[in-house]
């Protein structure tokens, strides 16, 4: 696969479902973060503009076909991951619970579906008084090797966001609000009661974007600025950072002969199940090894929605037009594992299946392209 390096020049557009037209007073609101089929279209129109602006249908076929991984956040030396969905800080950040799956009292039931394990419950258990405190929305990937192999951090990130980044955590990306008015065709004078504002999402000096893709298309990237996201904003567009995509030795040594495996989302996933992973309630293997796993809990936050607007008119109808709406598992959620082959003395194949797509939704005649755009990437801990 290439690995490419995405500079935004612009705060990148990235809005969320709710309609949007250039009315009066209309407002677009962003998403927290970009989904990786925002990244996979920009990047699919980018290589198809290198080969034929006019985009015949052999070449729309290979683009389809193009696997897409991404989008990460990143400066030049280290990934930022978003933040786990087992961790809770106290109000000062000087200590920190882990969330886990528990048994239960005789006494006490909970309304869980039997396929989700355990309840998860904060480990060691605070007092009745305990409030939790904020949480850095992005961790570094050394903060997150400590957090995947022994579910602890070596840095806590202080109680003051201005502290983050000499730790190694990144608060939520800032918003970068624009109003703009719409101009007449014909005199380029403003239009009367046609304005509008869009938010973009700005992100801190030096950092970036990578992803990586295999494709026959274009087996040589041709650096250059082109589109990311809506407005036509631009970016910065190159290959490079190969070493930013390898699993921690660390993180190796830790899950190769683990029998409990704690699977962490780096992207959003698309799944069969809704929140559950359809290889996961068969007890299939876990996709790219042959290992088989059961489910011991589930630590999830809410679900997010993504839509979008089809252009393929190559299957008519079937294609051409709005997208249904699909539910996605929010980045940073975890299940915990259990290995149901452990006694085989198979090892785990981390390093092969580090940020490799989970998602099992999206193939087929579906319009969402799931695992193909990078929906699911995993991050592999022990727990």
């Given amino acids: 696969m290439i690995s490419l390096r995405i500079t ?91 969330l886990l799956p ?11 579906p039997a396929i989700a394990g355990l309840p998860v419950m904060p480990h060691p258990p605070p007092d009745d008084n305990f409030k939790p405190g904020p949480v850095p929305a992005f961790w570094s990937l050394k903060n997150y090797t400590d957090w995947l192999t022994t579910c602890s951090l070596t840095t806590l990130p202080g109680p003051k966001p201005d502290e983050y980044a000499g ?16 101009i007449k065709a014909d ?14 999402l700005a992100l801190p000096p030096d950092m970036g974007f990578i992803a990586r893709f295999d494709s026959e298309v274009s087996p040589a990237f041709i650096p250059g600025f082109s589109p990311l996201g809506g407005e036509r904003r631009l970016a910065w567009w190159e290959s490079g950072g190969d ?5 921690p030795s660390a993180v190796a040594q830790s899950v190769r002969s683990a029998k409990r495996i704690r699977l962490i989302l780096a992207t959003p ?8 992973p359809g290889w996961l309630e068969n007890e299939e293997p876990i996709p790219g090894t042959n290992v088989r796993v059961r489910l011991r809990g589930a630590c999830i936050d809410r679900w997010r929605a993504v839509s979008g607007y089809s252009l393929d008119r190559s299957q008519g109808k079937r294609r051409y037009g709005r997208k249904p709406i699909r539910r996605l598992v929010a980045a940073g959620a975890v299940y915990f594992l259990e290995r149901i082959d452990h006694d085989t003395n198979e090892s785990f194949p981390v390093e092969s299946v580090w940020l490799k797509p989970v998602s ?16 699911g990437l995993a991050l592999w801990g022990t727990w």
């Fill in 8 to 98: 935004p020049h612009d705060p990148v557009i990235a809005r969320d479902g709710r309609p949007f037209n250039a009315g009066a007073g209309n407002r677009m609101r962003p998403l927290p973060f970009l989904y990786p089929s925002v990244l996979a279209g920009s990047l699919r129109t980018y290589l198809g503009k290198a080969v034929d602006p006019l985009f015949p249908p052999a070449v729309v076929n290979q683009l389809r076909a193009t696997s897409v991984h991404g989008p990460l956040l990143a400066d030049a030396q280290q990934l930022y991951l978003p933040r786990p969905a087992d961790v809770l800080f106290s109000p000062d950040a000087s200590s920190l619970h882990r």
């Fill in 360 to 375: 099992d939704l999206g193939q087929g005649e579906d319009v969402h392209r799931g695992a193909a755009d990078g929906y």
């Fill in 243 to 247: 070493e930013l995509w390898a699993c």
């Fill in 269 to 276: 996933g698309l799944f069969r199940g809704g929140w559950l």
């Fill in 187 to 200: 005199t380029y004078a403003a239009q009367d009661q046609r304005l509008f504002l869009t938010a973009g």
């Fill in 167 to 182: 730790r190694g955590y990144l608060r939520s990306l800032a918003h970068d609000v624009r109003w703009h008015v719409q």
């Fill in 102 to 112: 528990t048994e239960i009292g005789d006494d006490c039931g909970t309304d869980l």
